[in-house]
């Protein structure tokens, strides 16, 4: 069903003007993704005609833009990429790890996002394999799933980076599997340490560099002696690291992810009004607890679009990263030690519960099956109905 209010409405609104106020200050990526949105489901993407197989009732189902910044378009993603890592689960309990940047090296990232984002992956995924792999703490070879967000709930600029970490390792000799305790993975201080150490490093490499590049009120940390004083209260401050207990079984980590591996800044769900001159929508304040986190804001229209163009990722750039036993090319060989180890079997490779690529809802009217009957291109409207046919509906899945 169709939200009341979306992202798309306010971007077809008010993105022309947007952009002519903008004009010069707006990448190319950021342009595409204002066009992709405004286009998405409309006749600017093509579509086709359906009919009912039974009662004969129409239905026009206009293309998608699958853009992944699309707020629509990430539910069916979501899916496809959660049916192939359905396979990876082990039955062990797994973690939920957050590392997330300080204001100071956010606001860095700001005009560095693709350089940043990329060391905020690398860094967070050795600290957790160094302390993983550490006799001392866990002494074992462990997989990640690493997620980037860029956003708040207010959609302001927080990089931070979600993992999913299962509750154990391949021993260095890939002899066993070594269990972490029931609700403990690693010890969060260690980690931020680590991170923090590894991070700073990198970071004054790449200024040294020349790679990193300021503007505006920024300009000034182009030259090394400011930069090193911009970072010099990080240094000495705790670097959030923060580890939720463990998910009850399997199914609460794929919930999970669907949650979280293709949100976008904000979903049209939690929309409440869009007057042309101001956009008002739910947040949560972390700073507040119990019915006091949910909140509401109202934004003028030009800045929740500045806000929403904030998360915009630089093209290519991947989002979703998989480290350790996880790793792209040593992932199928690590899991079949791994369940190995564990004792249990591999999942077969003929069960699926994924929908068919041409899934269609059924007929509104009286649940028939519907059959496409025309295709039509971009920018085409699709004919009208044969003289004497069944009255006609029509309708954006």
Same mark, same amino acid.
């Given at each position: 069903?169709?939200?009341?209010?979306?992202?798309?409405?306010?971007?077809?609104?008010?993105?022309?003007?947007?952009?002519?106020?903008?004009?010069?200050? /707006?990448?190319?990526?950021?342009?595409?993704?204002?066009?992709?949105?405004?286009?998405?489901?409309?006749?600017?993407?093509?579509?086709?005609?359906?009919?009912?197989?039974?009662?004969?009732?129409?239905?026009?189902?206009?293309?998608?833009?699958?853009?992944?910044?699309?707020?629509?378009?990430?539910?069916?993603?979501? %899916?496809?990429?959660?049916?192939?890592?359905?396979?990876?689960?082990?039955?062990?309990?797994?973690?939920?790890?957050?590392?997330?940047?300080?204001?100071?090296?956010?606001?860095?990232?700001?005009?560095?996002?693709?350089?940043?984002?990329? /060391?905020?992956?690398?860094?967070?995924?050795?600290?957790?394999?160094?302390?993983? !792999?550490?006799?001392?703490?866990?002494?074992?070879?462990?997989?990640?799933? !690493?997620?980037?967000?860029?956003?708040?709930? *207010?959609?302001?600029?927080?990089?931070?980076?979600?993992?999913?970490?299962?509750?154990?390792?391949?021993?260095?000799?890939?002899?066993r599997w070594i269990s972490s305790r029931p609700a403990f993975l690693l010890p969060v201080r260690v980690l931020g340490k680590l991170?923090?150490? /590894? =991070?700073?490093?990198?970071?004054?490499?790449?200024?040294?560099?020349?790679?990193?590049?300021? =503007?505006?009120?920024?300009?000034?940390?182009?030259?090394?002696?400011?930069?090193?004083?911009?970072?010099?209260?990080?240094?000495?401050?705790?670097?959030?690291?923060?580890?939720?207990?463990?998910?009850?079984?399997?199914?609460?980590? /794929? !919930?999970?992810?669907? %949650?979280?591996?293709?949100?976008?800044?904000?979903?049209?769900?939690?929309?409440?009004?869009?007057?042309?001159?101001?956009?008002? =929508?739910?947040?949560?304040?972390?700073?507040?607890?119990?019915?006091? %986190?949910?909140?509401?804001?109202?934004?003028?229209?030009?800045? =929740?679009?500045?806000?929403?163009?904030?998360?915009?990722?630089?093209?290519?750039?991947?989002?979703?990263?998989?480290?350790?036993?996880?790793?792209?090319?040593?992932?199928?060989?690590?899991?079949?030690?791994?369940?190995?180890?564990?004792?249990? *079997?591999?999942?077969?490779?003929?069960?699926?519960?994924?929908?068919?690529?041409?899934?269609?809802?059924?007929?509104?009217?009286?649940?028939?099956?519907?059959?496409?009957?025309?295709?039509?291109?971009?920018?085409?409207?699709?004919?009208?109905?044969?003289?004497?046919?069944?009255?006609?509906?029509?309708?954006?899945?």
């Open positions: 069903m169709r939200a009341s209010i979306e992202v798309a409405d306010i971007f077809r609104s008010a993105g022309s003007g947007y952009r002519l106020a903008h004009a010069g200050h /707006l990448s190319l990526q950021q342009l595409r993704v204002m066009s992709a949105i405004e286009h998405c489901r409309t006749a600017a993407l093509g579509g086709h005609v359906e009919a009912c197989e039974d009662c004969g009732q129409r239905r026009i189902a206009y293309n998608s833009c699958r853009n992944r910044h699309c707020p629509k378009c990430q539910g069916a993603a979501a %899916r496809t990429w959660l049916a192939e890592r359905e396979a990876d689960l082990l039955p062990v309990g797994y973690f939920h790890v957050v590392f997330t940047l300080p204001a100071e090296v956010a606001d860095v990232a700001f005009h560095n996002k693709a350089l940043i984002y990329d /060391l905020l992956f690398k860094a967070t995924s050795e600290t957790m394999l160094t302390i993983a !792999a550490d006799p001392k703490h866990l002494g074992a070879r462990i997989g990640i799933t !690493a997620v980037l967000h860029t956003w708040g709930s *207010a959609m302001t600029h927080h990089p931070h980076v979600h993992m999913i970490v299962p509750g154990g390792g391949i021993a260095p000799d890939g002899s991170f923090r150490r /590894l =991070f700073l490093t990198r970071l004054v490499a790449l200024h040294d560099a020349g790679r990193l590049a300021f =503007f505006g009120s920024a300009a000034h940390l182009a030259d090394r002696r400011a930069f090193l004083r911009h970072l010099k209260p990080v240094r000495s401050k705790r670097w959030v690291v923060y580890a939720k207990p463990p998910f009850a079984g399997p199914e609460a980590v /794929l !919930a999970y992810l669907s %949650r979280y591996t293709h949100r976008v800044a904000i979903s049209n769900r939690r929309l409440i009004r869009f007057d042309e001159a101001e956009v008002t =929508f739910r947040y949560k304040d972390y700073r507040r607890d119990g019915a006091d %986190r949910q909140q509401i804001m109202t934004l003028a229209t030009d800045e =929740f679009i500045r806000r929403f163009l904030l998360h915009i990722l630089p093209r290519g750039f991947h989002r979703i990263r998989h480290y350790g036993l996880l790793a792209g090319g040593s992932r199928k060989g690590s899991l079949a030690r791994a369940r190995e180890l564990l004792n249990v *079997a591999a999942p077969s490779e003929n069960d699926t519960t994924d929908e068919p690529d041409n899934f269609r809802p059924p007929c509104p009217c009286c649940g028939g099956r519907m059959i496409v009957i025309e295709v039509f291109e971009r920018w085409r409207q699709p004919r009208g109905p044969p003289h004497g046919s069944p009255s006609t509906g029509s309708s954006t899945p």
